[in-house]
T-cell receptor, first 116, second 110 residues
Framework: DAGITQSPRHKVTETGTPVTLRCHQT?????MYWYRQDPGHGLRLIHY???????DKGEVSDGYSVSRSKTEDFLLTLESATSSQTSVYFC???????????????FGPGTRLTVL | GQNIDQPTEMTATEGAIVQINCTYQ??????LFWYQQHAGEAPTFLSY????GLEEKGRFSSFLSRSKGYSYLLLKELQMKDSASYLC???????????FGTGTRLQVFP
């Protein structure tokens, strides 16, 4: 199994508060991703990173920001959490980009976030 | 637009064979993935297809037809532990971004 951890694993917060989720990898993979998973929507990409300090937006990036100051850490920040951001958040990593088996994305255990 | 369709739910009996279909319409195609996700857990990689044809891995096989925008995951000799959601995902274009279907929840009964 790929060495990916997420913290916290569970969090309950109130509307309007800032929240930061952390993804940590020990695989030295270049690419890291943040997804959210909601019933009826499947996994949707929020932001991704293709290297230290290199990030880009995904499909549902509004209300989220990310930072990657080290290869192993990718942070997702909700500047002012809203109830619509209640979800399960998954981090993923991959070694390469492009069409090959070696660039399979591997997922962390997830963070369940509830915004009241 | 980008669209991936798969059935929402399926049921099957232990020891049987089940086929989970996935159809896709994407701008560009650079590989199709199947993931398994047990309730409350992370998705785990099952298979990858980029060329037409069948890829076999133990009890699981995955098929791809690029001209039809179609894939299926075949699970043989079903076991109770195969009860899970199965996610179809397409890599579209040159980046490593994946577009996921909403998943098929499979329930295996004794």
């Amino acid at each position: 199994d790929a060495g990916i951890t997420q913290s916290p694993r569970h969090k309950v917060t109130e509307t309007g508060t800032p929240v930061t989720l952390r993804c940590h990898q020990t695989e030295n993979h270049r690419y890291m991703y943040w997804y959210r998973q909601d019933p009826g929507h499947g996994l949707r990409l929020i932001h991704y990173s293709y290297g230290v300090k290199d990030t880009d937006k995904g499909e549902v990036s509004d209300g989220y920001s990310v930072s990657r100051s080290k290869t192993e850490d990718f942070l997702l920040t909700l500047e002012s959490a809203t109830s619509s951001q209640t979800s399960v958040y998954f981090c993923a990593i991959s070694e390469l980009a492009g069409g090959s088996r070696t660039d399979t994305q591997y997922f962390g255990p997830g963070t369940r976030l509830t915004v009241l | 637009g980008q669209n991936i369709d798969q059935p929402t739910e399926m049921t099957a009996t232990e020891g049987a064979i089940v086929q989970i279909n996935c159809t896709y319409q994407t701008s560009g195609f650079n590989g199709l993935f199947w993931y398994q996700q047990h309730a409350g857990e992370a998705p785990t990689f099952l298979s990858y297809n980029v060329l037409d044809g069948l890829e076999e891995k133990g009890r699981f096989s995955s098929f791809l037809s690029r001209s039809k925008g179609y894939s299926y995951l075949l699970l043989k000799e079903l076991q109770m532990k195969d009860s899970a959601s199965y996610l179809c995902a397409v890599r579209a274009g040159e980046t490593d971004k994946l577009i996921f279907g909403t998943g098929t929840r499979l329930q295996v009964f004794p």
